[in-house]
């Protein structure tokens, strides 16, 4: 069994950065991707960042790249996001995934989801 367990969110004000860390508890299936994903309230699942097996990058959009940042551990079955320059946009519940195959954007093809850490900010 593989458990996700995230890590760093909590209350900030605009400008102001988090890193958010997520260790993988178990097994994780073979050449797996990692990525973060948030969900505001009423709002969809939307894709942040991912980070590939072989080291491909995925970012949802130039703005989010500008200010965040993913990296991977392997060694330590890790994904950590560095978040700069914070938004009261980017309030949400941050939840992280593993998925295998090639990395996408798309929840569904993630196998694996933590429960997420709550990420808010103030204006």
């Known amino acids: 069994q593989v458990q996700l367990v995230e890590s760093g969110g909590g209350l900030v004000q605009t400008g102001d950065s988090l890193r958010l860390s997520c260790g993988v508890v178990?097994?994780?299936?073979?050449?797996?991707?990692m990525s973060w994903f948030r969900q505001a309230p009423g709002k969809e699942r939307e894709f942040v960042a991912g980070m590939g097996w072989g080291g491909t990058l995925m970012y949802r959009n130039d703005v989010v790249k500008g200010r965040f940042t993913i990296s991977r551990n392997d060694a330590k079955n890790t994904v950590t996001l560095q978040m700069n320059n914070l938004k009261p946009e980017d309030t949400a519940v941050y939840h992280c995934?593993?998925?295998?195959?090639?990395?996408?954007?798309?929840?569904?093809?993630?196998?694996?989801w933590g429960q997420g850490t709550q990420v808010t900010v103030s204006s």
């Open positions: 995934a593993v998925g295998t195959g090639a990395l996408t954007q798309t929840p569904r093809d993630y196998v694996y």
């Open positions: 178990g097994r994780p299936p073979s050449a797996y991707g």
